[in-house]
């Protein structure tokens, strides 16, 4: 190919970069979206909702979340907390990198661009059951992962069912803790 | 040789406006919207044979919560719902915002943009409101 339509093509595809264009299926259901609303909620045989939004915020604290925002009226509670996001394998890969850098006598900024610093987040929708009889608990988690230079590396919500599992766990026992007065 | 010369020129002034323009300017973006008023209101908006506002909003809420969106704020006064969603590394956030029409409606309303995008186009919005529809239809009937 001749070079001066490689230059035109990389000085169109320059002029393109800033204007990205919007799916059209971002708000489809996803296929998978019953099996996430059943991993993520767990039903309370109780109809004091705000018994378990407070044991939720309680939860949360014990998990070292600190609360944003909180609309008992609608029964939302949202929590974050940053803690680091070093990961030992990309550690590993990073170094590597630079020492082959160095090797052939170039530079490699490896370690700047690996994961550095993450903020995750906790949202808690409680709501009553269709016949007033339950309250219904739904936890949701994401997460946004920062390199050393500040940049995102990743944004994405965290669908480990462990990690659900754990929280109700948690929950049980927080709502019981309350009831006896401890 | 020659022809080369102006050639080169051409591509570098190509090259240095595209630059210089991107999207918009980066003041007008303030007030800017791709289409008009009336016709993003009307693919952003639908009215609903309710007036539970609160059963409304509880809803609008589960519904964000199924498509994968952590709710950030929520506000009964003001009926807004506000979540974000992480999507193929892009971050989507919406408002959903409710308001009584008549006696016997509420109207919903929904925008969203997409990073640094405003989402104008029809289908995404056609399918939040299915979404909702199907929501309420659930509640009603207890499935889960």
């Known amino acids: 190919m001749c070079p001066t339509i490689k230059i035109i093509g990389f000085l169109l595809a320059l002029s393109l970069a800033g204007c990205v264009s919007v799916p059209p299926d971002i708000f489809r259901l996803p296929a998978n979206s019953l099996a996430m609303r059943q991993l993520q909620t767990r039903q309370y045989d109780t109809t004091d909702e705000s018994k378990i939004i407070t044991s939720s915020a309680g939860v949360l604290q014990d998990l070292g979340f600190t609360l944003d925002e909180s609309e008992t009226k609608l029964g939302l509670i949202l929590g974050s907390k940053d803690r680091d996001a070093t990961n030992g394998g990309q550690v590993a890969l990073a170094t590597l990198a630079v020492a082959a850098a160095a090797f052939s006598g170039t530079y490699s900024n490896a370690y700047q661009t690996i994961d550095k610093v993450q903020k995750l987040r906790a949202c808690v929708v409680t709501r009553l059951s269709e016949d007033k009889s339950k309250v219904l608990v739904r936890v949701t988690f994401q997460r946004i992962v920062w390199n050393a230079m500040g940049a995102i590396n990743r944004v994405e919500s965290l669908d480990e069912p462990t990690l659900y599992q754990d929280f109700f766990e948690r929950l049980s026992k927080a709502i019981f803790l309350e009831e006896q007065q401890i | ?144």
């Open chain 2, 1 to 144: 040789m020659k022809r080369y010369v102006y050639l080169w020129a051409f591509l570098s002034f190509l090259f240095v406006s595209s630059l210089v323009s991107g999207c918009a300017s980066s003041q007008q973006q303030l007030l800017s919207a791709e289409q008009s008023q009336v016709k993003l209101r009307s693919m952003q908006t639908r009215a609903f044979d309710t007036t539970d506002r609160e059963k409304l909003l509880r809803t609008i809420i589960a519904t964000l919560q199924d498509l994968d969106f952590v709710i950030d704020k929520a506000d009964e006064t003001l009926g807004t719902v506000t979540g974000t969603k992480f999507k193929n590394n892009m971050t989507i956030k919406m408002t959903v915002s409710v308001r009584p029409r008549g006696e016997t409606q509420m109207l919903v309303r929904a925008n969203a943009q997409y990073g640094l995008k405003a989402v104008e186009l029809p289908q995404p919005y056609q399918d939040f409101f299915m979404a909702l529809e199907k929501s309420i239809f659930l509640a009603a009937h207890q499935v889960d």
